[in-house]
């Protein structure tokens, strides 16, 4: 079946530090790629997404590029902040009939001033 | 606006006790999902509903989990018999519609124990 593996945990980084959080995936067909975020007391949300090969995701610093070459998705940021503590999970889904995400374990982010 | 909302926040019940946990989610969504998430896991789908119509169930772990969105707005997933592996975190989550991978919104879920 459909499966994520993601980057193992927990991480801690300096302020200012570069970040990449590892995500691959086993999946027939082509997958929506996507990085959720879950920051502390709050609920699951949506960082980016990517729906095809090549295609790069961004937002609030955060990138990811679609490699289908190497059936990842890796999440990066040049700079992080202590506001970027969080737990973030790798996912998949199919843009056919049920579009339910498939989820890695979660990377939790901890940014120390 | 509301996002989508879970109740209760939190539930502890006796092992056999059957329990009910309600997602409201933001208003016109068409798809709504369930999920389970185990202590340091990451979420694992439960089962998905277009309207009122459930169309995956294949998540649920065994016929003691149970669905239901009547309406085609609120749902609510029911537990009967519960024992101690089904403690965990239910999230629910809504979409505006299907197709072209529309983002789920999250609920803030319901963390469930079984004592």
């Known amino acids: 079946g459909d499966s994520v593996t993601q980057m193992e945990g927990p991480v801690t980084l300096s302020e200012e530090a570069c970040l990449t959080i590892?995500?691959?995936?086993?999946?027939?067909?082509?997958?929506?790629l996507f990085w959720y975020v879950q920051y502390p007391g709050e609920g699951l949300q949506l960082l980016l997404k990517?729906?095809?090969?090549?295609d790069k995701g961004s937002n609030k610093g955060f990138e990811a590029t679609y490699r289908k070459e190497t059936t990842s998705f890796h999440l990066e940021k040049g700079s992080v902040q202590v506001s970027d503590s969080a737990v973030y999970f790798c996912?998949?889904?199919?843009?056919?009939?049920?579009?339910?995400?498939?989820f890695g374990t979660g990377t939790r982010l901890t940014i120390i001033p | 606006g509301a996002g989508v909302s879970q109740s209760p926040r939190y539930k502890v019940a006796k092992r056999g006790q059957d329990v009910a946990l309600r997602c409201d989610p933001i208003?016109?969504?068409?798809?709504l999902f369930w999920y389970q998430q185990a202590l340091g896991q990451g979420p694992e789908f439960l089962t998905y509903?277009?309207?009122?119509?459930?169309?995956?169930k294949s998540g649920l772990p065994s016929d003691r989990f149970f669905a239901e969105r009547p309406e085609g707005s609120v749902s609510t997933l029911k537990i009967q018999r519960t024992q101690q592996e089904d403690s965990a975190v239910y999230l629910c989550?809504?979409?505006?519609?299907?197709?072209?991978?529309?983002?789920?919104?999250f609920g803030d879920g319901t963390r469930l124990s079984i004592l």
């Open positions: 989550a809504s979409s505006p519609r299907t197709g072209n991978n529309q983002p789920q919104h």
């Open positions: 590892n995500c691959t995936y086993t999946a027939t067909g082509y997958p929506s």
């Open positions: 990517a729906t095809k090969a090549d």
């Open positions: 996912a998949l889904s199919f843009n056919f009939g049920n579009e339910k995400l498939t």
């Open positions: 208003s016109g969504h068409v798809s």
């Open positions: 509903f277009q309207n009122e119509a459930q169309l995956d």
